[in-house]
Each structure stands twice: as structure tokens, then as C-alpha cells.
């Protein structure tokens, strides 16, 4: 999955490329070049999607799927804004608008660093795994997916918590009817 992340990454770059290379108007030269340019730039976009949400599922550690999930998703959200702002700031300082879509390949140069980053996927995985498995094993934030002193996984906490949704959803009900 990192490959095929940086490859749809690098498709991308290269559609952007020749969006600014040679798309120059509205002629009949272009108008061509436009549509191939549409289907390579949806086909990467599809293929990155799906390629970027496989890899980050596949690495989060099991019990943690949730909590993470939300940081990648809340992380994207935050930095989605980025991309426009850059190209409408230089569009109103009179830049030209090619030069405004080629900064686009700077975020999606950044991204495919990131990537390679990332390394041997197998050992990403072992490491994510290896993670949850160990009941002793201390994260960088100082969690240990609930363990209790001893070191054996604490459910007791979990247990009380559902009993009291429950008994709170129940009571709901009962003064709703």
C-alpha cells in the first residue's frame, strides 16, 4: 500500500505537470488534452483515496482504530483549506494562474515524502501489532490500552461504563413514553 500511495502521489504530480505544460485556452487543442488530463487526474485521485485510507487503517493498532482514524481524519480536514488558499493568494497578487496550480505539486511532493517516510510497510505492520500485543508495551503519549499495574487488561472500567449508558439510555426512554 505505501507504493501504490506514492505512485498514485506521482501520477497525480504528473497530471498537474502537464495541466500547466500544455493546457493553454480554450482551442481545440486543448479541449482534448483537457479530457485526458480529467480521466488521469480521476483515476489518481480514486486510486490515492482508497490507497491512503487502506494504509492508515492497516496501521493503526488494533483498539485503537477509533481514536485514530478521527486524528487522520481531523488532521486532513485541517490541512484540506491549504492547497486553495495558497493558489487564490497568489491568484489575487496577479500571479499567473499556471504558476498558482503548479504549487499544488508541492503539497503532493510533501506527501509522497512523508510516505516514503514510512518505510518497509511488513515492518510498519509488525510494529503496530507488536504494540497492542504486548500488554506492557508504553506508547510515546504514556498509555498502555488500559492495562492495570499488574499488567493484565483492565475491563472492569470498560464494563461500568456501558452498564451506565445503558442504564442512562433505558431511563431516557421510560420518561420519554
Known sequence: ?????????????????????????????????????????GCGMGWKWTSDRLLSSTLIPPGQ????MGVYLFAGQIIT????????GLNELGVSQRIGI?????FSVAGVLSYALIGNYADAIKEAQEGCENPNHVHSNGS????????????????????????????????NA
Not at 482504530?65 to 485514530?68: F, I, N, Q, V
Open 1 to 41: 500500500p505505501v507504493q501504490s500511495v506514492i505512485a498514485s502521489s506521482v501520477l497525480m504530480i504528473f497530471n498537474t505537470t502537464m495541466f500547466v505544460a500544455f493546457v493553454d485556452g480554450p482551442n481545440n487543442k486543448s479541449k482534448i488534452l483537457v479530457y485526458v488530463l480529467a480521466l488521469g487526474f
Open 65 to 68: 482504530d477509533a481514536e485514530l
Open 81 to 88: 483549506w491549504l492547497p486553495p488558499l495558497v493558489f487564490t
Open 102 to 106: 503548479a504549487t499544488l505539486n508541492v
Open 144 to 175: 498502555t490500552h488500559g492495562n492495570s499495574e499488574d499488567g493484565n487488561i483492565n475491563m472492569q472500567k470498560w464494563d461500568d461504563t456501558e452498564k451506565h449508558i445503558a442504564t442512562q439510555n433505558h431511563e431516557e426512554n421510560e420518561s
